[in-house]
């Protein structure tokens, strides 16, 4: 796989993530509440497996806008560690200069 295609793939998840957060969280509260009864935490619990794995916040990846790389991830920029300092090498960066001591 490429990076592109990931890329894609992690913004379809962002898509599914934010599609119905606040059913997902108060199943979550329902199911981690110790007084909810049994039978209401099981529904909530069968509810919840009805998500598509996609749907879950934990598979997000911060990733690089450019090459979809998703470790040493600058998270002003949305590049990573590799792309940033290409671009700011080539000046394509405003306001960052090499720094040299």
Same mark, same amino acid.
């Given at each position: 796989?490429?990076?592109? =295609?990931?890329?894609? $793939? %992690?913004?379809?998840?962002?898509?599914?993530? !934010?599609?119905? *957060?606040?059913?997902?969280? #108060?199943? @979550?509260? +329902?199911? /981690? !509440? *110790? &007084?909810?009864? *049994?039978? #209401? =935490?099981?529904? /909530?619990?069968? !509810? @919840? @497996? $009805?998500?598509?794995?996609?749907? =879950?916040?934990?598979?997000?990846? %911060?990733?690089? /806008?450019?090459?979809?790389? *998703?470790? &040493?991830?600058?998270?002003? +920029?949305? +590049?990573?560690?590799? #792309?940033?300092?290409?671009? !700011?090498?080539? &000046?394509?960066?405003?306001?960052?200069?090499?720094? =040299?001591?």
């Amino acid at each position: 796989m490429d990076g592109n =295609s990931r890329i894609v $793939r %992690n913004d379809r998840r962002r898509l599914m993530v !934010a599609a119905d *957060p606040d059913r997902r969280s #108060t199943l @979550q509260v +329902l199911i /981690a !509440a *110790p &007084g909810t009864a *049994p039978a #209401t =935490s099981a529904a /909530a619990r069968v !509810a @919840q @497996q $009805r998500f598509s794995p996609d749907a =879950s916040p934990a598979r997000l990846r %911060n990733r690089d /806008a450019s090459d979809g790389r *998703p470790r &040493g991830h600058l998270h002003r +920029l949305a +590049l990573s560690r590799i #792309t940033f300092r290409g671009t !700011a090498h080539r &000046g394509e960066l405003p306001g960052v200069r090499k720094c =040299s001591w």
